[in-house]
């Protein structure tokens, strides 16, 4: 069964950190493109970041470029998103999107708040 999970979001603080993570079950995970995407409350969602297949090409969006930092392990079949320095503005839920061979895969998010 293809699935993947998110976990990691949480109530933060302004200024925090928070490590998301996105486990795959059921592929072949080193052949997909990881991207992570968020969405706030009322608006469209929002590409954050990139990763190649290999762990290779990170590319952020202008909103969290210097703040956070995508990752993967293959051997565990698992991405990583690092968010740090988070503002009220990254509060949103957060989504891992598998891509590649004609298909898109999504989790069902995590949710991160930012407050205080």
């Known amino acids: 069964q293809l699935q993947l999970v998110e976990s990691g979001g949480g109530l933060v603080q302004p200024g925090g950190s928070l490590k998301l993570s996105c486990a795959s079950s059921g592929f072949t995970f080193s052949s997909y493109t990881m991207k992570w995407y968020r969405q706030a409350p009322g608006k469209e969602r929002e590409w954050v970041a990139t990763i190649g297949p290999t762990g290779g090409s990170p590319t952020y969006s202008d909103s969290m470029k210097g703040r956070s930092t995508i990752s993967r392990d293959n051997a565990n079949n698992t991405g990583y998103l690092q968010m740090n320095s988070l503002k009220a503005d990254d509060t949103a839920t957060y989504y891992c999107?598998?891509?590649?061979?004609?298909?898109?895969?999504w989790g069902q998010g995590t949710q991160v708040t930012v407050s205080s």
């Open positions: 999107n598998l891509v590649g061979a004609g298909s898109n895969f």
